[in-house]
């Protein structure tokens, strides 16, 4: 599961082909879904859905705990922020601080 929250939904295209090239889904957060990003059915959290992957990569989310509801039984957490303070660290197995319009491209380009 990729799971966003960054800016705007036009971000959500470089996690859909990170997506598909791992055989995996795109989630979002709340906030992603209430700004009409994504539809309701993608929402992960206390209010959407809960998931268990065995590979979670977390990519703008803050770490907030009504979204960590909804991931925490995830096998292996990676976490993509730019802010090194961001909560998700907490939690997560591996994480990256950088931009996620130079993360998740580079990611995507060596798989």
Do not use: W
């Not at 700004?35 to 859905?49: F, H, I």
């Not at 976490?79 to 997560?92: G, L, R, S, T």
Request: charged share 20%; aromatic share 6%; hydrophobic share 45%.
């Amino acid at each position: 599961a990729i799971q966003h929250l960054s800016g705007t939904g036009e971000n959500f295209p470089l996690l859909e082909k990170l997506a598909d090239k791992m055989n995996g889904a795109v989630g979002a957060s709340r906030a992603a879904v209430d700004a009409g990003y994504v539809p309701n059915d993608l929402q992960v959290g206390q209010t959407g859905k809960v998931v268990a992957p065995d590979l979670y990569i977390a990519v703008g989310i803050s770490g907030a705990i009504q979204h960590l509801s909804g991931m925490k039984d995830s096998k292996t957490i990676v976490a993509i922020n730019c802010d090194k303070e961001a909560p998700i660290f907490q939690v997560a197995d591996y994480g990256v601080v950088s931009d996620l319009f130079d993360a998740v491209p580079e990611l995507t380009e060596k798989i």
